[in-house]
């Protein structure tokens, strides 16, 4: 009986251990799973590897994604900086723009940015207006005079506006998208999975350290 049991672990422990070979030795290949900008844009940090997420506060993707990017963001080593940068596809959705980077401004950001999304998608709030932002800015204990003041600033709304500029200039049509070195793209939707998303961006940074940084 004992001898069975060991043949029957030593079975399903080899199924195991093929099925992670499988999966550790899926494919990534230009233009299935990551992509590459016809005009790279050129990067903020020399010497390091650039990430960018463009996401937007509305999109119920981003919401999806978050766990897993943080997860991702929260382990890489000192050669990697990770930005985020807000989208907004219409000029209406600006207000969100202004929020993420007032809430940046004000050294808010790590702490508020997954509650943001957590109250539009658990909450139902739209956070569309000024006195819906304000108000649930302020139930989170900030001061509103404070965030308003820092929300109309002229620096926070430049911002939302060359953010704007910057996802077009990257040619970005959908979020949540991942941005590395200014010119590999890759998003769960184009991986065709989160998990396979995070598996090409562990690639596109080896990718990039072997190139020098490049």
């Known amino acids: 009986m004992i001898a069975f049991s060991k043949r029957v672990?030593?079975?399903f422990f080899f199924i195991f251990l093929s099925g992670l070979a499988i999966a550790q030795g899926q494919k990534i290949e230009e233009g299935f799973e990551y992509r590459v900008l016809p005009v790279p844009q050129p990067v903020e940090t020399k010497g390091k590897v650039e990430v960018i997420e463009f996401f937007w506060y509305g999109c119920p993707h981003c919401y999806d994604f978050e766990p897993e990017l943080s997860a991702w963001v929260k382990r890489q080593p000192k050669d990697v900086v990770f930005r985020r940068v807000p989208v907004a596809f219409r000029d209406d959705?600006?207000?969100h723009s202004q929020l993420f980077y007032a809430l940046e401004a004000m050294g808010k950001g790590n702490a508020l940015n997954e509650k943001v999304m957590y109250a539009m998608h658990k909450e139902n709030?739209?956070?569309?207006?000024e006195p819906e932002i304000t108000d649930w800015v302020a139930s989170q204990g900030v001061d509103s005079n404070t965030f308003l003041a820092t929300y109309r600033s002229f620096?926070?709304?430049?911002?939302a506006r060359a953010a704007k500029q910057l996802a077009e200039?990257?040619?970005i049509d959908g979020v949540p998208t991942i941005v590395m070195q200014g010119k590999y793209v890759t998003s769960p939707s184009i991986a065709g999975t989160k998990a396979?998303?995070?598996?090409?961006?562990?690639?596109?940074e080896e990718k990039i350290r072997k190139d020098k940084y490049k």
Not at 125 to 129: E, F, I, S, Y
Not at 155 to 159: E, H
């Open 169 to 171: 200039a990257y040619r």
């Open 155 to 159: 620096a926070v709304v430049a911002k």
């Open 9 to 11: 672990f030593f079975v």
């Open 93 to 95: 959705f600006l207000p």
């Open 196 to 204: 396979k998303a995070i598996a090409v961006m562990d690639y596109l």
């Open 125 to 129: 709030k739209r956070l569309l207006t």
